[in-house]
Nanobody, 114 residues
Framework: QVQLVESGGGLVQAGGSLRLSCAAS????????MGWYRQAPGKQRELVAT???????NYADSVKGRFTISRDNAKSTVYLQMNSLKPEDTAVYYC????????WGQGTQVTVSS
């Protein structure tokens, strides 16, 4: 089992920044993919960004150039730096861990006011 604990969500004005963190613990393998997904009210959960243990990244087109995903393998922690936030970024953000199985965090609310 893998446990994921997220932090860093909150309320911010449009154009502002937030940094999300997700710490993984439990049966963690050194080879894995971690990432962030989000779900807005009435919408399906969608990919925001992912990063492998080797540092390969993938971003949704809607966040390219504004969001940066990074990770600290020694701490089994993944980060999402979100800049130039827009009201449409408002959602619950979920951390995801994948190696043979998928694990999700509990989610953290990000609200961007106009």
């Amino acid at each position: 089992q893998v446990q994921l604990v997220e932090s860093g969500g909150g309320l911010v004005q449009a154009g502002g920044s937030l940094r999300l963190s997700c710490a993984a613990s439990g049966s963690i393998f050194s080879i894995n993919s971690m990432g962030w997904y989000r779900q807005a009210p009435g919408k399906q959960r969608e990919l925001v960004a992912t990063i492998t243990n080797g540092g390969n990244t993938n971003y949704a087109d809607s966040v390219k150039g504004r969001f940066t995903i990074s990770r600290d393998n020694a701490k089994s922690t993944v980060y999402l730096q979100m800049n130039s936030l827009k009201p449409e970024d408002t959602a619950v953000y979920y951390c995801r861990y994948y190696f043979r199985s998928v694990y999700w965090g509990q989610g953290t609310q990000v609200t961007v006011s106009s």
